[in-house]
């Protein structure tokens, strides 16, 4: 029999389809997030648990701030008809915030308030894991009024990596290295904008320590800047007041040397020795010498008397605007926002590891998937019958004809008998790739259906080695029966079905899995639709060649479970058979994707109509 792949529909069905595949719809978003929201809600309670468990178990602390003022201005002594204010540039401003952060600054906060014997200062902030667990212990004790729970004490140490570290001592140089840290660690120092204020901030578990020190901090950079310029103004002192001591040698000796040259009596007429000396200095040179020694030394003696007052009374460029006061809210945890960033974090964290297993899962999860991946047509889906994700019963059509898995499998039906191919389907087969599919299931309510359209419906069970429908319909007894001549003596009526059975030990005994001897069967069966339960791909391949025989095969697949792979190789395997694969249909289906596609399904519906009346047209054929 010739045969052809009926994998195509009509042109323009195909191109609406393609032109769907190329964006994402919001079809496609709500089925990932159905299909993942147990990972996205797992993901977003494990992000709140440990955001919890961070507040409750992280102290509290506290920052204090102060505000100070830098106010540039010139040196008295240079200061010209009144105060004159500088501005500061950037830089400027930096290097007076670099100050406040030097070692010097600390060194001074640190003597003034003793921190170095401070216990509570020098605890570090951050708990140890061993420490959250041992207080998470001890609140839940005291909330419950229990006693501490062993398990989470031997769990914190199991985490904390072993014993509790023992107390290490530290000499004087190193407990003084551990506090300047912590201090600088605890420090933040800050410009307000554009503006000459700096904002002098510090953090520490005891609020009122934490003013005291962000207040020692500021006056110590206020005293460090008066120190400064009282030093540089003694330097400048003794400086000058060498260079005066010169001046006034070298002034007096000027005088010295023009008070002798006036001493001669007649100083205009130069004696013969003194002209003999033609570099001899005269009066005029003596004068000019002297004089000039003597403004030097005014002016020096000027600039020494302003340095001496500069250190009398030195002036800081830098003042307090606003003094830290301890503060009554603690600035760390923030519950409020630690709980909203771990539930952003936690959705986040939750589409991410989603999607990695979107990308790296290769099972088969849609129709599009398997057009895609494939390249074939999938037929229907079936959504699972209950809770607990079943396929159904054999005889699911007839306990709930109005389930969504009954009208799924009578849409399925539908599209096989609108299979594309050179004669109507009465010989089709079922097939999958393992062995615990649910393919019987399948079997039976499809062939129910049928019968309960009026077709006289036949149930081969091929599937020799796991003849699970055979079982489920007749039971285990007749497997032990023999064989009547002729074969079609062997077919019974399933109990409490509309259709008959051959079961799997006749089709084993008379060797009814060679395509020949199913051909010749078939061609004397006397039924208008006779559906064939075959083996699985895990009974081997060889056993699918009978497969041949048939007008078509229809593959079941498990959503999210059926490999993409092994579900390839079914297929490589019913085409080296020549088989015409109708499709596969997708059981056990938790986003029907059918439904979110009705629309289009009704206009892809009026090519199909020529299909369809010639199907139908079949179909009364084989009823008359």
């Not at 389809?17 to 190329?22: N, V």
């Not at 209950?386 to 898995?405: K, L």
């Not at 007749?474 to 009547?484: A, D, F, I």
Request: proline fraction near 5%; include cysteine.
């Amino acid at each position: 029999m010739d045969r052809v792949f009926p994998n195509q529909w009509p042109m323009a069905a195909d191109q609406q389809s393609a032109a769907s595949q190329e964006f994402i719809g919001l079809s496609d978003i709500t089925g990932f997030l159905r299909r993942y929201v147990r990972t996205i809600l797992a993901c977003l309670a494990a992000a709140l648990m440990a955001a919890w468990f961070y507040n409750a178990t992280t102290d509290p602390v506290f920052t204090a701030t102060t505000q100070i003022l830098i106010e540039p201005k010139l040196p008295q002594h240079l200061q010209q008809g009144g105060e004159v204010n500088l501005s500061l540039d950037t830089a400027q401003v930096e290097s007076q915030i670099a100050v406040m952060e030097s070692e010097k600054i600390a060194a001074m906060v640190i003597d003034q308030l003793k921190l170095v014997d401070n216990p509570r200062f020098n605890r570090p902030h951050t708990p140890t894991l061993r420490e959250r667990f041992r207080k998470m212990n001890a609140s839940l004790a005291e909330a419950f009024g229990l006693q501490e729970s062993a398990w989470l004490t031997s769990l914190g140490e199991y985490l904390g990596l072993g014993e509790p570290d023992l107390p290490v001592t530290l000499n004087d140089y190193q407990k003084s290295r551990r506090t300047m840290l912590i201090y600088r660690n605890g420090l933040d120092i800050r410009r307000v904008g554009v503006s000459y204020a700096i904002n002098i901030s510090f953090t520490s578990l005891d609020p009122k320590g934490a003013a005291e020190i962000a207040n020692a901090t500021s006056e110590a950079f206020v005293r460090e800047q008066i120190e400064t310029k009282a030093e540089a103004a003694r330097e400048g002192g003794r400086w000058l007041e060498t260079r005066l001591q010169e001046l006034r040698a070298q002034m007096n000796e000027a005088m010295a040397e023009a008070q002798e040259f006036r001493s001669r009596h007649d100083y205009s007429v130069r004696n013969e020795a003194e002209e003999g000396e033609e570099n001899a200095p005269t009066l005029e040179e003596l004068e000019v010498t002297s004089e000039t020694y003597r403004k030097m030394y005014e002016s020096f003696l000027h600039a020494y008397t302003n340095s001496v007052s500069q250190q009398s009374y030195p002036v800081a460029d830098a003042r307090v605007i606003t003094a830290a006061t301890a503060p009554l809210f603690p600035s760390a945890p923030k519950p409020k926002l630690m709980l909203a960033f771990a539930a952003v974090a936690g959705v986040v964290l939750g589409i991410g590891l989603s999607f990695v297993r979107h990308t790296f899962d290769w099972t088969i999860r849609s129709p599009r998937h398997i057009r895609d991946i494939l390249g074939i047509e999938c037929v229907g889906e079936l959504p699972p019958t209950s809770r607990w994700r079943e396929s159904g019963h054999v005889d699911e059509v007839v306990r709930h004809p109005h389930s969504r898995y009954s009208h799924s499998l009578r849409k399925a039906r539908t599209e096989i008998s609108l299979a594309e191919t050179n004669h109507p389907i009465k010989y089709l087969g079922i097939t999958a790739v393992s062995n615990d599919s649910p393919k019987s299931s399948v079997v039976s309510n499809l062939a129910t259906l049928y019968s309960m359209s009026g077709l006289k419906t036949l149930v081969i069970d091929a599937d020799v080695h796991h003849p699970a429908l055979t079982s489920r319909l007749l039971g285990n007894g007749v497997q032990e029966k023999s064989c009547q001549d002729p074969l079609k003596l062997n077919i019974v009526h399933a109990p409490g079905r509309p259709f008959d059975l051959l079961p799997s030990s006749v089709v084993d005994a008379r060797n009814l899995l060679g395509p020949k001897t199913m051909e010749a069967f078939l061609s004397d069966a006397s039924y208008d639709i006779v559906i064939v339960d075959l083996p699985t791909l895990a009974s081997g391949a060889d056993r699918l060649a009978v497969s041949s025989a048939l007008d078509g095969v229809v593959m079941v697949a498990e959503w999210g479970q059926t490999h993409v792979e092994t579900l390839r190789e079914l297929v490589r395997t019913l085409q080296a058979s020549r088989t015409t694969i109708l499709g596969v249909l997708l059981t056990k289906a938790r986003a029907m994707a059918s439904k979110s596609r009705r629309h289009e399904a009704g206009r892809g519906m009026f090519p199909r109509l020529k299909s369809a009346k010639r199907v139908g047209a079949s179909f009364l054929g084989m009823r008359g």
